[in-house]
Every structure is written in C-alpha cells, then in structure tokens.
C-alpha cells in the first residue's frame, strides 16, 4: 500500500528509502505545436511548389516595380528610409507610381510572406530531418516570424501613403517620423529572419550531407542578401 501511494505522489520507494522523482511534464503547447509543424512541414511537396511560386512571385514584383521605380529608388530604399526625410525622397521621386506600389503591395505582397515562410520552413524541416532539436525549430519559426514582421511593414506603408495619389500628393506629403522609423524596423527584422533562416538550414543540412538541401540554402540566402548592400 505504502508503495502505491508512493508511486502516485511520483516517489520511488528504494528498501527502507524513498527517493522524490519529480513527475513528468508534457511538452508546452507552443512547443508541441511547433514541433508538430515541423513534422509536417518537412515534405518535398511543400518544398517545391512554394520554392516555384517564390520565384514566379519574384519575377511579378520586378515588373511590377518598372510602374514606380523611378530614379534608380525601389522598395529596399522605402524599406530602408528609417527618418521621414528620406521616406518622403523615395514617395517624391516615385511620384504618380505611388498608386502603383501600393496596388502591387495590396495584390502580391500580402500573400508573398505565407509563400516563403512555407518555403524555408519545408527546407529546415528537410535539412534539419525528423530528429532534429530545439535550435531546427527555432530556424523553423523564423520564416514566420519574418511573414509577420512583413505584414505590419505592409500595414504600416498602407497607412502612411493612404493620402498619397498623385504626384502632387507626393511632393507635398509629410509622414509620421515614429511609424516610418517602425516601418523600417519591422523590414530589417523580417530580413534577419530570413537571413539567419536560410544560413541555418544551409548548415542543417551540410552536417547531416543532405547537399541539395544545402545549396537551395545558399541560393535563397543569397536571394535575401541585397537588402545588405542596397
């Protein structure tokens, strides 16, 4: 009897001594959760249709850009502005094109983040394989941390060209220092994400010798890689 209830207080009963065990815990929720995705997550059938559309979405955002860009100035100028004065340079020189920025953001760049968080978590999931520990789920969280860093970016262009139509609109616009400042956070943020994502899964993948898994690794890093020097 002694026993029993020695067991159900998670004791251990040793001849005359009992030694406390300390029960075990099940895994937190968002831990399980997390590592539940991975699982999934880790298929060729994610992988390659997401890394497909990337690219078909890369190629609509460079034609995308031909209707604002101006000046030599694209989005990683806007992205990187960080002081009101130079977010205001880039909306001058796009002038009328501001419409045209912000149509493409609302049909492409909304849905761009769920394709490369679906994208790079698949490639750490393959890379990092079933039995992967807890450093693969933290780079398999990145890529949606860097999708919601990019949607309040978006947000926040949204609200602070709202007012903006015309060319004239843009030449006389005044933003918000704080929120273009937050603006361009969120967007170096995203693209640490996204960096340290793709480095990890290139690693990942180099030490279990999954090489194909590595070099799709070092192909998006590099793809990541102009914000660096832009």
Do not use: C
Not at 162 to 190: E, G, R, Y
């Amino acid at each position: 009897m002694a026993d029993a209830v020695a067991g159900r207080r998670g004791e251990v009963p040793l001849g005359r001594l009992t030694v406390a065990v300390a029960p075990s815990r099940p895994p937190a929720p968002f831990a399980a959760g997390l590592a539940e995705r991975y699982r999934r997550f880790g298929t060729l059938w994610i992988l390659v249709p997401a890394l497909l559309a990337m690219g078909a979405f890369t190629i609509l955002f460079q034609v995308a850009a031909r209707s604002y860009g101006a000046g030599g100035m694209d989005v990683l100028h806007l992205q990187k502005a960080f002081t009101a004065a130079r977010f205001g340079a880039v909306v001058k020189g796009w002038g009328g094109g501001v419409e045209a920025f912000k149509s493409s953001m609302m049909m492409l760049d909304f849905a761009f983040p769920l394709l490369y968080a679906a994208g790079l978590g698949a490639l750490v999931a393959l890379a990092g394989g079933p039995g992967a520990g807890r450093a693969a789920l933290w780079l398999f969280a990145l890529p949606w941390a860097a999708a919601a860093l990019d949607w309040v970016e978006n947000l926040l262009h949204l609200w602070l060209l709202a007012d903006v139509h015309t060319a004239a609109d843009a030449a006389t616009a005044a933003f918000p220092a704080p929120l273009v400042l937050l603006a361009s956070i969120a967007a170096m943020l995203k693209y640490a994400a996204l960096l340290a994502a793709a480095a990890g899964a290139a690693a990942l993948a180099l030490r279990r010798r999954a090489w194909w898994a590595a070099v799709v690794g070092v192909v998006l890093f590099a793809a990541f890689t102009p914000v660096l020097w832009a």
